[in-house]
């Protein structure tokens, strides 16, 4: 599908109207927001090394991958007329070098970044096809793509119990599933088969089946689940559901196209009654989820996480336009991992990418 197929008639950076009343969804105008997410793209084009890639932690594949789609979430393209586009193409021809991929397809081994890296790095390039600053690099993405999706369906494929089949874990042969790991799968291949590559739709559909099994709440025979409001888990069978999973598990579902699941409904107002918190474990992880599921949602969950994405987010920018986690696991994982995911989850408002797309 590319970018270039939906962002006609899209609303550009400072068209927000915020509220019905037009007052703005947030502490900050939205000519504030837009300045804060140029300056975190700035931050990323600085933070570009020699070689293409956009880093400074390892995972340098999915990091750079991260990156692009920042970009391109505010509507920069891999064209020479911008400095963004400039450093968006190189980004991109640093992901496509062949030997970031392995022979069965696989792009999570050399940077280390696992079926993680490999989810993130999948989705960018379904997201970029047709969108390559040359012909040639059209032609790398589309040949890269096919081959990774074809590494995420083997995966998938894998011998596992019931409850787990569908689902993804660390490595392409993981005889395991837990939600994290799944969801970039999952987003990955709703958006290839959008662009109109081979996806059979039973693997969607199975996906969708491990979705339901991490749903927190016990299912009734029909499917349903027996407690209205809840969350999703990180595996299934443990009801225990966290802020990040939940977060998670309602834009898996959106994005299948399951907006009148009851699981929808109930992960969005569990959400509601759990907002994130500054120190949230995994924060940055959760609020990108947290921006894009309620965003689509709608209604009272859009205006609430809009309002609480920008507030949380704006205030804790540094001036040189990055976002760094105050501690735990993601501050290790470096700036240009925090930033990415602080833009994405900002620019929700934009509708550039196609996945995000109600």
Known sequence: MGLAAVTAGRPCIGQDKGDEKGNPASLYAPDEIDRAVKSGVEYLVNAQRENGSIADRGHEVAMTALAIMAMASIGVEPQAYSTAGRSMAKALDFVLQRKHQDAQGYLGGRDGSRMYGHGITTLMLTEMLGMGATVEQNKQIHEMLVNAIKLILSAQDVSKSEKLKGGWRY????????????????????????????????????????????????????????????????????????????????????????????????????????????????????????????????????KKADKMVADLLVDSQRSDGAWLARGGEERNVGAVYSTALAVLSLSVRYHYLPIYQR
């Open 171 to 302: 490595t392409p042969t993981s005889r395991d599933s837990d939600l994290s790991v799944s969801v970039w799968q999952l987003m990955a291949l709703r958006s290839a088969k959008n662009d109109g590559l081979n996806v059979p739709g039973e693997s969607i559909d199975e996906a969708l089946k491990y979705l339901r099994y991490s749903y927190a709440s016990p299912l009734n025979r029909d499917g349903t689940p027996r407690n209205k409001v809840t969350g999703f888990s990180y595996t299934p069978g443990t009801h225990h559901p966290s802020f990040t999973m939940s977060a998670a598990g309602l834009l898996a579902m959106q994005v299948c196209g399951q907006y009148d699941s009851p699981m929808v409904e109930g992960a969005s107002e569990w959400l509601m009654q759990h907002p994130p918190k500054a120190n949230e474990r995994f924060f940055f992880y959760g609020v990108y989820y947290f921006a894009q599921g309620m965003h689509q949602a709608g209604g009272k969950y859009a």
